[in-house]
C-alpha cells in the first residue's frame, strides 16, 4: 500500500504538502505572535469585515464562525472584489491575502481605503504589503513560500488574536491566547496520531483517504458552527486531491440538498457522505443527520462520521480541518497525483492577465 511506503509518498509529493500540513500546531503558536507587536486600529470596530478569496479568503470563514456569537459586533467573510455598502470609518476591514497579489482582494483593499474603513493587511508581502505600508496601514506579515492554503493558521490566528483584543479587551485577548495554546497543543497530538509515519491499520486520516477512493466526497457539517470545515474540506479536496467535492451545513441542508438525493438512481452511486460532527451540534440537528442519513441509503456509495477534538471552539475546528488536509493529501497519493501544483488556478489566472 503506497500510504505506509514513505518513499512512494515522497516520490509523489514532491513539494512537502504533507510536511506543511502537519506544522499547523507550530504555525499556530506563531501566528499568535505575529500580532504582538501590531497596533491596532484605533476605534473600535462597528463591524468586522474580511475579504480573502480561496486558501485565504478561509481564515475569514473560520473567524466568522469562531467569534460571530462572542463579540457585540458582525463579523462577516467577503469573496469578491465588491465590499458591503455597509463598509466605512467604522468599520475593521482585514484584506487577507497570503502572496498578496490576489486581484480580488487588492480590488477590494482598494474600496475600503476610499470608504476610510480601519484597513488591516494580512499578507507575506506582494502589493498589498507595499500598499498598505505606503499608506500607512497595520500589515500582519505572515512568512512567505507556502501554497496559500498551507497557510492557514497564519493568516488565522492574527485576526482572531486583534478581533478579540477589540471585543473584550485584554481579558478576551488572554482568554483567547488560551484557546490557540489548546489548539496548537492539539494539532501536534493529532499531527503525531495521523502523520505519514502511522501506518493506515492506525490512521484513520489515511482509512478516510481508502474509503473515498473513486468517489465525489460530500462533505456535511452538524451544525453551521462547523460550517468551515465543511466547506475547508471540500476545497482541499478540489485542490490537493484534484477530484470534484461538495459541501453543506445542518440545519439547512435539510431545507434543499436533501431532496437532490432523489435524482440519485441506478446503477454505482458515485458519492460517499462524510458528517463532520461537534459537540455543539446540539439535539436537534442530531435528530436530523439521522433522518437524512436514511435518506441517503441506496443514493451514497457510503456514510460515515467523524467526530472533532479538543474543548475550545477554535481547537475543535482546527482538528477537523486537520483530518481533512491530511485525507485529502493521502487521496492525492492513492490517485498518484502530487497534491502540490494547481496548474488549472494558474491557466486561468494566466488568461484573465492577456490583454
Not at 506544522?23 to 480573502?52: F, K
Not at 475543535?316 to 490517485?335: H, P, Q
Amino acid at each position: 500500500m503506497v500510504l505506509d511506503d514513505p518513499g512512494g509518498i515522497a516520490r509523489l509529493d514532491t513539494a512537502g504538502m504533507l510536511g506543511l500540513i502537519g506544522r499547523a500546531g507550530s504555525m499556530a503558536s506563531e501566528g499568535w505572535h505575529l500580532a504582538a507587536d501590531l497596533a491596532p486600529p484605533a476605534t473600535p470596530p462597528a463591524a468586522v469585515v474580511v475579504c480573502g478569496m480561496g486558501g485565504s479568503g478561509i481564515a475569514g470563514e473560520v473567524l466568522q464562525a469562531l467569534l460571530a456569537d462572542q463579540i457585540p459586533v458582525p463579523v462577516l467573510s467577503v469573496k469578491d472584489e465588491r465590499i458591503p455598502s455597509s463598509v466605512d470609518s467604522r468599520t475593521w476591514f482585514f484584506a487577507c491575502s497570503y502572496s498578496g497579489e490576489t486581484e480580488e482582494t487588492l480590488a477590494a483593499y482598494e474600496q475600503a481605503c476610499r470608504r476610510r474603513a480601519q484597513v488591516v493587511a494580512v499578507t507575506s508581502g506582494g502589493r498589498l504589503a507595499d500598499l498598505a505600508d505606503r499608506r500607512g496601514h497595520p500589515v500582519v506579515r505572515v512568512p512567505a513560500g507556502l501554497p496559500p492554503r498551507a497557510a492557514l493558521p497564519y493568516l488565522l490566528v492574527p485576526m482572531v488574536r486583534l478581533v478579540a483584543r477589540a471585543g473584550g479587551g485584554a481579558e478576551a485577548e488572554e482568554g483567547m491566547r488560551r484557546q490557540v495554546d489548546e489548539a496548537a497543543r492539539l494539532l501536534d497530538d493529532l499531527t503525531a496520531r495521523w502523520g505519514p509515519a502511522v501506518p493506515l491499520s492506525g490512521n484513520p486520516a489515511k482509512a478516510l483517504a481508502v474509503a473515498l477512493e473513486g468517489a465525489i466526497p460530500v462533505v456535511y457539517a452538524g451544525s453551521a458552527a462547523m460550517a468551515p470545515a465543511a466547506q475547508r474540506w471540500k476545497t482541499q479536496f478540489n485542490e490537493n486531491s484534484k477530484v470534484p467535492a461538495a459541501w453543506n451545513a445542518f440545519p439547512e441542508l435539510t431545507h434543499n440538498e436533501i431532496v437532490g438525493w432523489e435524482g440519485v438512481t441506478g446503477g454505482a452511486p458515485p458519492f460517499h457522505v462524510v458528517f463532520l460532527r461537534d459537540r455543539e451540534d446540539g439535539a436537534a440537528n442530531a435528530r436530523r443527520l439521522e433522518a437524512a442519513r436514511e435518506r441517503l441509503v441506496g443514493r451514497a456509495r457510503g456514510a460515515m462520521e467523524v467526530w472533532s477534538h479538543g474543548v475550545g471552539r477554535l481547537a475543535r475546528m482546527l482538528s477537523l480541518i486537520l483530518l481533512g488536509d491530511y485525507a485529502s493529501a493521502y487521496l492525492a497519493v492513492l490517485r498518484r497525483v502530487d497534491p502540490t501544483p494547481i496548474e488549472a488556478i494558474r491557466a486561468i489566472k494566466q488568461h484573465l492577465a492577456r490583454p
